[in-house]
């Protein structure tokens, strides 16, 4: 039997049409490719460029987003208002009030504790589970009483993997400088370094260079440190943060 052989170019040619035929005429990858389409030096002169004559059908380069103002233009201006708003205003997260666990404390507390988010198994009382009940060893530790401590996320609700830096985008980080503000707290304590950006922080910079939130013509003095979360999977932390709060505290 004689073997007939073909030509490359014919081969190639069979292949366009089958696929053709299959009705796959496109390279789905990042950007679709025309398999089929005419070269652009095979096109007759003075032919426009179909993807340049519906310019309502290209891809325009994003546009830079716009932080969010989640505050309104009336935010609430004592902290029992803040406390309401932050349960009720809709426009605060896009799941809706359902689901938010409030601060709790009173206004001037000797410390105000910010996380990032309510812990997963929080209902009705923020920090509740395994991390809270780390806290309330911490506070012990501290000689502090829970009326002395104000405690508060910037976020209402339990959000894994929070992204620090999308959420000063989001407008939390005004929102949890307002709430600094209108709470007057004495020092403040803040568990996790996923929330130096919402206090105006560059996350890859050392949190221990962060020593103060500033807000209008007022400051208060500032401790960032390991999350509590972190604490529990890796107890050796906990002395690393004592030692830290020593320091912070002069002891």
Do not use: C
């Amino acid at each position: 039997m004689i073997e007939q052989k073909t030509r490359l170019s014919d081969e190639i040619t069979a292949a366009f049409a089958w696929w053709q035929e299959a009705g796959v005429d496109l390279d789905f990858v990042d950007d679709a490719t025309d398999w089929l389409a005419v070269p652009a030096e095979s096109q007759p002169t003075g032919s426009a460029d179909p993807a340049k004559s519906r310019p309502s059908e290209q891809v325009e380069a994003a546009a830079p987003q716009q932080k969010m103002d989640l505050l309104g233009p009336n935010p609430p201006q004592d902290l029992r208002s803040f406390q309401q708003w932050w349960m009720e205003e809709p426009g605060l997260d896009p799941v809706g009030s359902r689901g938010r666990i409030a601060p709790r404390g009173e206004a001037g507390a000797d410390l105000m504790v910010l996380v990032v988010d309510p812990e997963e198994s929080d209902r009705d009382r923020l920090l509740s589970g395994p991390q809270g009940r780390l806290l309330a060893r911490i506070f012990a530790a501290m000689g502090l009483e829970e009326t002395q401590v104000y405690l508060a996320s910037a976020l209402p609700r339990h959000t894994p993997m929070a992204d620090g830096t999308a959420l000063v985008q989001a407008g939390y980080a005004d929102v949890l400088i307002h709430h600094v503000k209108i709470a007057r707290p004495k020092k403040i304590l803040a568990f996790g370094t996923n929330i130096l950006p919402l206090l105006g922080h560059n996350a890859a910079q050392d949190p221990q260079s962060l020593r103060e939130i500033n807000h209008e013509s007022a400051s208060t003095p500032l401790l960032v440190t390991e999350g509590l979360d972190s604490m529990l999977a890796m107890p050796r932390l906990k002395a690393r943060f004592w030692r830290r709060w020593l320091e912070w505290t002069d002891g």
